[in-house]
């Protein structure tokens, strides 16, 4: 069964940094694009960016709002990726979601919660 | 950015109802468009990749169609467990870019 499951949300002040993790099971993680998301209380669904494959070369884009704050790397021998946040701002207050993209969207995590608030 | 418009944003319905809801983008995106089921609480769940191809698991009465600028996401006969909203996703552009929703409502 396919699972990815977030982790290292809460609650951080502004300028702060936090590190989400997604830990996948239930598939070959290394062939597989992965995808973070997020969503703002009460608000629709933002790509956050996203890691490919080695076999595309692990290419890594990002929406221009987390541009040069956020980077997103994967450990393919353990399963796992993360999302390193720098210098967090109110408006990154989301649920923030993994996903792994095979055709669209096929799988996400349950998302985990990031509160910036001093 | 590519920015894609849902309308109807809310849609009041009842069991059995044919519903469609509809997803315009700014250009065209060929087939590289996909529909979410959200609940509250949930993560998105997905119904629909490739503008028509039913994700496996979900039930025959979605469809979606479409190409270019123009799709569209239908349930054929409405039931309790499809009143959540619903979001059209684009994935042919960086960035990737999402309706803004249609919750459909009883």
């Known amino acids: 069964e396919v699972q990815l499951v977030e982790s290292g949300g809460g609650l951080v002040q502004p300028g702060r940094s936090l590190r989400l993790s997604c830990t996948a099971s239930?598939?070959?993680?290394?062939?597989?694009?992965m995808s973070w998301f997020r969503q703002a209380p009460g608000k629709g669904l933002e790509w956050v960016g996203l890691?490919?494959?080695?076999?595309?070369?692990?290419?890594?884009e990002y929406a221009a709002s987390v541009k040069g704050r956020f980077t997103i790397s994967r450990d393919d021998s353990n399963s796992i990726a993360h999302l390193q946040m720098n210098s967090l701002r109110d408006e990154d207050t989301a649920v923030y979601y993994c996903?792994?993209?095979?055709?669209?969207?096929?799988?996400w995590g349950q998302g985990t919660l990031v509160t910036v608030s001093s | 950015d590519i920015q894609l418009t849902q309308s109807p944003s809310f849609l009041s319905a009842s069991v059995g109802d044919r519903v469609t809801i509809t997803c315009r983008a700014s250009?065209?995106?060929?087939?590289?468009l996909a529909w979410y089921q959200q609940k509250p609480g949930k993560a998105p769940k997905l119904l629909i990749y490739?503008?028509?191809t039913l994700q496996s698991g979900i039930p025959s009465r979605f469809s979606g169609s479409g190409s270019g600028t123009e799709f569209t996401l239908t349930i054929s006969s409405l039931q309790s467990e499809d009143f959540a909203t619903y979001y059209c996703?684009?994935?042919?552009?960086?960035?990737?870019?999402f309706g803004g929703g249609t919750k459909v409502e009883i």
């Open positions: 996903t792994r993209e095979g055709g669209g969207l096929d799988y």
């Open positions: 239930g598939f070959t993680f290394g062939d597989y694009t």
């Open positions: 890691i490919r494959s080695k076999t595309y070369g692990g290419k890594i």
């Open positions: 250009q065209g995106i060929s087939i590289y």
């Open positions: 490739a503008a028509s």
């Open positions: 996703q684009q994935l042919n552009f960086y960035p990737l870019t």
